[in-house]
């Protein structure tokens, strides 16, 4: 029997209008705000409106690191939002949206998959509500009146080898990492040096998914640092009075966007920065407005837990005060033989040894989940060609801990594929918990990331050239201290180099970069190789992403 594809999979969705699925969370058809039948937007007077009602629970997924044979953190995401329905909950899901850069590169996707998906699963993966575009234009606004202002005389005397901020787009493209503009003449400029980033990884992308309203947004887009004087004085965004107008370009997209699971359970599908460029977490006005709405509220965080779960718990949940219930950690016996050392193309046949050795990976990541003062289980994504005996060995090593593994067949079966995990959710969230942040305000910031290096990283050291430590130093003497850092880092290891897999100790974190985004709240530190405009693989998901004869997507999976 051949098995549909995921799109075929959502395509046969029977959904439900999406005023229905408002009123199954008690929204007034007249606080949505349809984009089409299936997603709306739900506005902001009635989420001001929910300030006096209590929270329901807030339940992490993460994941052990990435690999090529796949965990599906997001289908499990949805599978136990769908799960918890099921038993008799009333929870909302809350992930992020897709950017086009990867879904046309290597992912060709990011709604889940077989029967855990959210739908109109296109639309989700391609356009949505145009929140990606909004956040793109309000940050080019914002790269376009910087050089306007050095062209017509530069009163705020910025020194224009000191710009900072950069353009960006949301397509993976390589050839712009670093770029001259303003070439051709004196009509068209002062030529500088500059580069574009991805939109995942844009402060705007930040800023939007870490504001509590549109009051609060536009603040913090006045916060922006954009560059520099000679005498290094910082530029801000609102000096160039670019504030106003982002916010207008941003007022939309700052609303929430609600749309459904296969099985029109409610989901907000909101925000997009990247786990392993950015701090990897939906918004902040989705996470609160369905802690409102819902007894759960079943959220993720961006690739492995030592990337997505730290910001999310060191960023998202300090920011916004958030106190997380329970923890899930994803992890597939196919991953766990991949980290003990077997090849992709090996990994059909039957190996328990492999799988005991690739285990070092899931264990770190819940030692370091539970570092956090949250309870964690493991939901154990099942693949069809798992062996009794390869799931019994992660299940003994995972007990030998003092947790469990429970098996979830949620791809195959939907919520009846992952009724235990979601009983034993309830059970952990309903316990003791003394979530914690990893490091405190005050600590300084280089001190911040040698902190993560150790305790989640395990590395011995941070190192860093000296003019890197004397810019923190000068954004600690200008108040930006008690900032949280912002680790950027490939996802595939614990160390800067993507092929080393497993739990490995003793390596180093070299700091290329660090960057400042004061408006967002964090300071970005770049490790290693990672970059903030991915490239293209060789072999592009575009290649094979077209419509059919009936006009429908293929190729998105």
Same mark, same amino acid.
Not at 243 to 248: K, Q
Not at 311 to 339: E, H, Q, W, Y
């Given at each position: 029997?051949?098995?549909?594809?995921? @799109?075929?999979?959502?395509?046969?969705?029977?959904?439900?209008? *999406?005023?229905?699925?408002?009123?199954?969370?008690?929204?007034?058809?007249?606080?949505?705000?349809?984009?089409?039948?299936?997603?709306?937007?739900?506005?902001?007077?009635? @989420?001001?409106?929910?300030?006096?009602?209590?929270?329901? $629970?807030?339940?992490?997924?993460?994941?052990?690191?990435?690999?090529?044979?796949?965990?599906?953190?997001?289908?499990?995401?949805?599978?136990?939002?769908?799960?918890?329905?099921?038993?008799?909950?009333?929870?909302?899901?809350?992930?992020?949206? !897709?950017?086009?850069?990867?879904?046309?590169?290597?992912?060709?996707?990011?709604?889940?998959?077989?029967?855990?998906?959210?739908?109109?699963?296109?639309?989700?993966?391609?356009?949505?509500?145009?929140?990606?575009?909004?956040?793109?234009?309000?940050?080019?606004?914002?790269?376009?009146?910087?050089?306007?202002?050095?062209?017509?005389?530069?009163?705020?005397?910025?020194?224009? =080898?000191?710009?900072?901020?950069?353009?960006?787009?949301?397509?993976?493209?390589?050839?712009?990492?670093?770029?001259?503009?303003?070439?051709?003449?004196?009509?068209?400029?002062?030529? =500088?040096?500059?580069?574009?980033?991805?939109?995942?990884?844009?402060?705007?992308?930040? *800023?939007?998914?870490?504001?509590?309203?549109?009051?609060?947004?536009?603040?913090?887009?006045?916060?922006?640092?954009? !560059?520099?004087?000679?005498?290094?004085?910082?530029?801000?965004?609102?000096?160039?009075?670019?504030?106003?107008?982002?916010?207008?370009?941003?007022?939309?997209?700052?609303?929430?966007?609600?749309?459904?699971?296969?099985?029109?359970?409610?989901?907000?599908?909101?925000?997009?920065?990247?786990?392993?460029?950015?701090?990897?977490?939906?918004?902040?006005?989705?996470?609160?407005?369905?802690?409102?709405?819902?007894?759960?509220?079943?959220?993720?965080?961006?690739?492995?837990?030592?990337?997505?779960?730290?910001?999310?718990?060191?960023?998202?949940?300090? $920011?916004?005060?958030?106190?997380?219930?329970?923890?899930?950690?994803?992890?597939?016996?196919?991953?766990?033989?991949?980290?003990?050392?077997?090849?992709?193309?090996?990994?059909?046949?039957?190996?328990?040894? !492999?799988?005991?050795?690739?285990?070092?990976?899931?264990?770190?990541?819940?030692?370091?989940?539970?570092?956090?003062?949250?309870?964690?289980?493991?939901?154990?994504?099942?693949?069809?060609?798992?062996?009794?005996?390869?799931?019994?060995?992660? =299940?003994?090593?995972?007990?030998?801990?003092?947790?469990?593994?429970?098996?979830?067949?949620?791809?195959?079966?939907?919520?009846?594929?992952?009724?235990?995990?979601?009983?034993?959710?309830?059970?952990?969230?309903?316990?003791?918990?003394?979530?914690?942040?990893?490091?405190?305000?005050?600590?300084?910031?280089?001190?911040?990331?040698?902190?993560?290096?150790?305790?989640?990283?395990?590395?011995?050291?941070?190192?860093?050239?000296?003019? *890197?430590?004397?810019?923190?130093?000068?954004?600690?003497?200008?108040?930006?201290?008690?900032?949280?850092?912002?680790?950027?880092?490939?996802?595939?290891?614990?160390?800067?180099?993507?092929?080393?897999?497993?739990?490995?100790?003793?390596?180093?974190?070299?700091?290329?970069?660090?960057?400042?985004? !004061?408006?967002?709240?964090?300071?970005?530190?770049?490790?290693?190789?990672?970059?903030?405009?991915?490239?293209?693989?060789?072999?592009?998901?575009?290649?094979?992403?077209?419509?059919?004869?009936?006009?429908?997507?293929?190729?998105?999976?």
């Amino acid at each position: 029997m051949q098995l549909r594809t995921d @799109i075929e999979i959502a395509r046969e969705a029977r959904k439900l209008p *999406i005023l229905e699925i408002g009123a199954k969370l008690g929204i007034p058809p007249e606080d949505l705000v349809p984009y089409g039948h299936d997603k709306a937007k739900v506005a902001q007077h009635f @989420i001001r409106g929910l300030a006096d009602r209590p929270d329901g $629970k807030l339940i992490l997924v993460t994941a052990i690191n990435p690999t090529p044979a796949g965990e599906g953190k997001t289908t499990t995401t949805v599978g136990l939002g769908d799960g918890l329905n099921r038993i008799g909950k009333q929870a909302v899901i809350c992930i992020r949206e !897709a950017s086009l850069g990867p879904n046309f590169g290597m992912k060709g996707g990011a709604a889940g998959g077989g029967m855990a998906q959210i739908v109109p699963m296109e639309e989700m993966n391609l356009h949505f509500t145009g929140d990606f575009h909004a956040i793109t234009a309000a940050h080019n606004l914002l790269a376009a009146m910087i050089d306007n202002h050095i062209y017509w005389g530069n009163a705020l005397e910025i020194d224009a =080898r000191r710009i900072v901020w950069r353009r960006v787009m949301d397509m993976n493209d390589r050839a712009l990492r670093d770029v001259v503009v303003n070439l051709g003449g004196v009509s068209n400029g002062f030529p =500088r040096q500059t580069g574009f980033d991805i939109t995942v990884a844009s402060e705007v992308m930040a *800023i939007l998914c870490l504001a509590r309203d549109l009051d609060d947004l536009e603040q913090r887009l006045g916060n922006i640092v954009v !560059a520099y004087r000679r005498d290094r004085s910082p530029v801000f965004c609102r000096d160039l009075k670019a504030d106003g107008a982002m916010a207008v370009l941003l007022r939309d997209a700052m609303q929430p966007n609600l749309v459904q699971t296969l099985e029109n359970n409610p989901a907000f599908v909101h925000g997009g920065p990247f786990a392993n460029i950015a701090h990897g977490c939906n918004s902040v006005i989705a996470t609160t407005t369905a802690l409102k709405l819902a007894d759960y509220v079943v959220t993720e965080a961006g690739f492995g837990a030592d990337l997505g779960a730290e910001k999310f718990f060191d960023i998202k949940c300090r $920011k916004a005060g958030l106190k997380p219930s329970a923890a899930v950690i994803v992890a597939t016996v196919r991953a766990m033989k991949m980290n003990g050392g077997v090849a992709k193309a090996d990994l059909g046949r039957e190996d328990v040894e !492999a799988v005991r050795r690739g285990c070092a990976n899931l264990g770190r990541h819940i030692a370091n989940t539970r570092g956090f003062g949250i309870p964690v289980v493991v939901a154990l994504n099942h693949f069809t060609g798992d062996t009794e005996a390869e799931l019994q060995a992660v =299940r003994d090593y995972v007990a030998g801990l003092g947790t469990e593994a429970i098996l979830c067949r949620h791809w195959a079966e939907g919520s009846a594929g992952i009724e235990d995990l979601a009983r034993r959710v309830v059970e952990l969230a309903e316990g003791p918990s003394s979530f914690a942040p990893l490091y405190p305000d005050d600590m300084p910031l280089f001190e911040k990331m040698e902190t993560i290096a150790r305790r989640i990283y395990h590395a011995d050291e941070v190192i860093a050239e000296p003019a *890197i430590r004397e810019q923190l130093r000068v954004w600690e003497e200008a108040g930006y201290g008690a900032l949280p850092v912002c680790m950027a880092k490939t996802q595939y290891s614990f160390t800067t180099d993507p092929s080393v897999r497993g739990a490995p100790t003793g390596h180093v974190i070299p700091l290329r970069e660090v960057r400042l985004s !004061a408006g967002a709240g964090f300071v970005v530190a770049i490790c290693g190789e990672i970059m903030t405009m991915p490239g293209l693989p060789q072999t592009p998901a575009a290649e094979v992403i077209r419509l059919n004869a009936a006009g429908q997507v293929e190729g998105l999976f």
